[in-house]
């Protein structure tokens, strides 16, 4: 594909995070795209610290804030997707960091009637914790730097840093929906508003990727493989409250066991869903509560 790219971006008051993340996408090779942060009501740090890299970043910068009333990712995301201008979206978790090929890799996968997810490397607590404090920058190290990072048990593994051809194998899995995570995937925004985006009636940790992903494949959609290509370094966190997780286990079961395609809650039910429209609304004037 030859158009503009959106990184859709999540964040919930992680500044230092969201700082390494931003960093990684200064570094693209591919210099195509724009970012939209899908902020789930942060503080107002969060704030300043993406007015900063405005200007530094060296690519569109937008800032899509909602009030915090809980884990409200899909709604969020919903939010982005509405002031986003690309053909093609991107999403990636706001403690991912991505190398300097990643756009330019998820371009060269992208392809009609296909979506593509990716994995990522699980970075240590210890590592984690340097990474941020010092300021390194492990999008620029080599293979062999994990190799010794894998070793000395500071990532869970090396396989997502692993680099394979971009041929058919990609496709062998194409109608199933397990293991895709929305902190690395990519889809068409004709598709996403085909299937109106995120369901946000999942409130609450879990599920809402998977929600998407199986109604796009109702949708027929298919499901191309971006693994050892996009691999991500996943910053560790502790586990979010899992409290809702059942309830929406049962509302993927339902889905699942029908041929929806569109979202109870989705695109269609925000304000301003005209291409770039929210994204003028907030980019200047975030809301900020107390």
């Not at 030859?2 to 390494?20: H, K, M, P, W, Y």
């Not at 990684?24 to 969060?46: C, M």
């Not at 990519?186 to 929600?211: I, Q």
């Amino acid at each position: 594909m030859s158009g503009q790219i959106s990184v859709i971006t999540t964040t919930f008051n992680r500044e230092d995070a969201l700082d390494a993340v931003l960093r990684g996408l200064s570094r693209q090779q591919d210099r195509n795209f724009e970012v939209v942060i899908a902020d789930d009501g942060s503080r107002p740090a969060t704030v300043e610290l993406i007015g900063q890299w405005k200007s530094r970043l060296g690519v569109p910068l937008t800032h899509v804030w909602q009030e915090h009333r809980g884990f409200r990712a899909a709604e969020a995301r919903n939010r982005a997707i509405g002031a986003s201008r690309g053909d093609y979206c991107v999403f990636l978790d706001g403690d991912c960091i991505p190398r300097p090929d990643f756009v330019a890799v998820h371009r060269k996968l992208a392809e009609p009637g296909w979506f593509v997810f990716g994995n990522r490397v699980l970075l240590s607590p210890a590592l984690t914790a340097r990474v941020l404090r010092d300021r390194l920058d492990p999008e620029t190290w080599s293979f062999a730097a994990f190799v010794g990072r894998r070793l000395h048990g500071e990532i869970n593994r090396l396989l997502p840093l692993v680099r394979l051809p971009l041929t058919g194998w990609r496709k062998l899995k194409a109608n199933s929906w397990e293991g895709c995570r929305s902190c690395n995937l990519a889809v068409w925004r004709s598709d996403l508003d085909r299937v109106d985006g995120f369901d946000a009636t999942y409130t609450g940790w879990g599920k809402e990727d998977s929600d998407l992903v199986v109604r796009l494949l109702h949708a027929g959609v298919r499901r191309k493989d971006g693994r050892f290509a996009t691999g991500v370094l996943h910053l560790w966190h502790e586990k979010e409250d899992r409290s809702d997780l059942p309830q929406n286990e049962a509302k993927l079961g339902h889905v699942l066991a029908t041929d929806h395609t569109r979202a109870v809650e989705g695109l269609s039910r925000l304000d301003g869903t005209t291409r770039g429209e929210l994204g003028r609304e907030h980019e200047t004037q975030p809301g900020i509560a107390g």
